[in-house]
């Protein structure tokens, strides 16, 4: 195990001061958790079809040469926002669970999500939420005018494709500043997203004090979603990887202690996550535990050897009836999606 990373992710939280790092104009507030998660789970539905349509539709519409609409997205982003204030695992559980032809429309919901469980966990007040999940479900969409063989392609892209595609950024402003401006804060989050702490990022080089926080959330929430889904040009990493490698990244490319609440937000296992048991079982995590994060309730798919359950089983890691001296069942490791031909989206209904 990467023992740094388990020791942070699961040290007890410390009710805390307003982090250096957060702008005063940043009004921090705390969210109660106000709906269990089979509760949202009838809401969030109905906002993940939502937004995907909305993406599909924004999609259309550049085809077409149409202008993008900013007032038909804010009525999306708030129902969106609404919902991981409500309750974040319903969400998260959701966009693991579906899958998408789109790979923009999929990892757009993704970022906008994380995004907005970061926020949520910060203590972002509503409106700045709001702003959070335009960031997210936005940053990308000047990938949509890219050509899409470039995005598919599964080799290392020459110079002249790598510098294409970082034009997206820039292409993604002026195509949703066409009829009317974004926000400050959602420019800047946009604009900076491929920004890397030590200046190595793009399209502008900006280093350190010079990124804003929703441009380091950005980077942050864009990498891990990146990361642990399906990509042409690399293999998918399970969630734990995934940390491990945001981790190496705030070394310098990343800002250290949001990753640091990135984790605290969203868990070392994070809802959805395909795992395997120290028994040998492959499960998916199902929803967190508030007093032991690492002992989640997870959707059991298979028995110890592999084979396929007839029909998926809840299981409270942390509510486990022990007799004399056997041992307590934990998580032994993160698995990536497609680990034993298991496929999340697969058992999306038997919740």
């Known amino acids: 195990w990467h023992r740094s990373l388990w020791n942070r992710s699961t040290a007890p939280r410390k009710k805390k001061h307003r982090p250096e790092y957060v702008p005063e104009e940043i009004h921090l507030v705390h969210y109660p958790e106000q709906t269990s998660m089979r509760e949202e789970l009838v809401r969030a539905r109905d906002v993940v079809e939502k937004a ?3 993406i599909s539709k924004l999609e259309q519409d550049l085809k077409s040469m149409q202008a993008i609409e900013l007032k038909e997205v804010l009525p999306t982003v708030q129902l969106l926002s609404d919902s991981v204030i409500a309750n974040p695992s319903a969400m998260m559980w959701l966009l693991r669970m579906r899958t998408e032809n789109a790979q923009v429309v999929s990892h757009a919901l993704k970022v906008a999500v994380y995004m907005l469980t970061l926020g949520r966990h910060i203590g972002f007040n509503k409106d700045q939420m709001v702003e959070l999940g335009f960031i997210g479900l936005l940053l990308d969409v000047g990938k949509l005018e890219m050509p899409e063989e470039l995005l598919k392609k599964p080799e290392k892209l020459s110079e002249d494709e790598a ?9 993604s402003i002026q195509l949703l500043e066409s009829k009317e401006p974004l926000s400050f804060n959602v420019r800047l989050g946009i604009n900076e997203h491929h920004e890397r702490m030590d200046g190595s990022g793009y399209p502008r080089g900006l280093a350190g004090g010079e990124i804003s926080i929703f441009g380091r959330m950005a980077a942050i929430a864009d990498s891990f979603a990146a990361m642990t889904s399906s990509r042409p040009y690399s293999k998918t990493l399970s969630s734990f990887d995934a ?6 990244m705030a070394e310098g490319q990343l800002h250290a202690p949001l990753v640091e609440e990135f984790v605290q937000a969203v868990g070392i296992f994070p809802v959805g ?3 395997q048991l120290t028994t040998g079982e492959v499960a998916i995590v199902l929803e967190h535990n508030k007093v032991r994060r690492l002992d989640p309730k997870v959707l059991l798919l298979t028995r110890s050897d592999k084979s396929l359950l007839e029909k998926p089983i809840v299981f409270d890691l942390l509510r486990q009836d022990l007799v004399d001296d056997e041992e307590r069942i934990s998580i032994m490791r993160g698995l990536p999606d497609g680990a034993y031909g298991l496929v999340c989206h697969d058992f999306y209904k038997a919740n």
Not at 163 to 171: G, K, R
Not at 243 to 248: A, D, G, Y
């Open 243 to 248: 940390m491990k490698e945001l981790f190496r």
């Open 273 to 275: 996550s395909l795992i």
């Open 52 to 54: 995907g349509a909305l």
């Open 163 to 171: 510098n294409l595609i970082q034009t997206h950024v820039d292409a």
